[in-house]
Nanobody, 125 residues
Framework: QVQLVESGGGLVQAGGSLRLSCAAS????????MGWFRQAPGKEREFVAG????????LYTDSVKGRFTISRDNARNTVYLQMNSLKAEDTAVYYC??????????????????WGQGTQVTVSS
């Protein structure tokens, strides 16, 4: 069992930056691929970024490429999402998720086993 707790959300002006953190409990964190998803009001949850267990492979949705960076510190059981050049359309609740499979980074939320409670990111234009 893994518990995930996100932090770092808030209100920021367009063009600003935020760094989200996701702290995981459990000794098996380093074996999971991790993902960040987001859900805006009235929209489906969408994949934002993912990172393999070793941290050497990452994947981003096109709309955040070049602006967001996902990273992880397995010694601290934490995954991060650095968000720069934020836009109003980035406004959403951001969730981190853990995937126990060993087959790469999934963009499908249904394939993730554990989820955090979410953190609100609001970008004012």
């Amino acid at each position: 069992q893994v518990q995930l707790v996100e932090s770092g959300g808030g209100l920021v002006q367009a063009g600003g930056s935020l760094r989200l953190s996701c702290a995981a409990s459990g000794r098996t964190f380093s074996s999971y691929a991790m993902g960040w998803f987001r859900q805006a009001p009235g929209k489906e949850r969408e994949f934002v970024a993912g990172i393999m267990s070793s941290g050497d492979i990452t994947l981003y949705t096109d709309s955040v490429k070049g602006r967001f960076t996902i990273s992880r510190d397995n010694a601290r059981n934490t995954v991060y999402l650095q968000m720069n050049s934020l836009k109003a359309e980035d406004t959403a609740v951001y969730y981190c998720a853990a995937d126990r499979r060993l087959f790469g980074i999934s963009q499908n939320a249904n394939e993730y086993d554990y989820w955090g409670q979410g953190t609100q990111v609001t970008v004012s234009s």
